[in-house]
């Protein structure tokens, strides 16, 4: 399996080794890139595989909506989200003076001239 898929990067190397740059050809080498990094991945990973860079697969969380509208915090770390989320919704967030204390997604909910808001 991994000598075509090492046959099908060279092909698609030459390929773009022979095409000229210019603007008519961009998309074309785009496609190709594309291809490529594909390829390059399901040699390293296997096919079906993991995505280049994720650790776990099965990794993330799903929040269940709750609401009118869902609206999410993002930022850097210890800037005051937790804080923030607390004080809004009255949910009880872990928050410490080191950076990345919380390490999951808490929802909360908060009232807003008649409509719910999920945080």
Do not use: W
């Not at 998309?27 to 190709?32: A, D, I, K, N």
């Not at 969380?61 to 804080?83: A, Q």
């Amino acid at each position: 399996m991994s000598e075509s898929i090492q046959k099908q990067i060279e092909e698609i190397e030459a390929e773009m080794a022979r095409t000229q740059k210019n603007k008519a050809t961009n998309y074309h080498l785009g496609t190709l890139k594309a291809k490529l990094a594909k390829l390059r991945s399901e040699l390293i990973n296997g096919p079906g595989g993991k995505s280049a860079g994720t650790k776990n697969a099965e990794r993330g969380f799903d929040v269940t909506k709750s609401g009118d509208t869902r609206i999410g915090l993002v930022g850097f770390p210890s800037v005051g989200k937790s804080t923030l989320l607390t004080t809004l919704t009255g949910t009880r967030s872990e928050a410490a003076a080191y950076e990345f204390t919380t390490l999951t997604c808490i929802p909360g909910t908060m009232k807003y001239k008649g409509a719910r808001i999920q945080v």
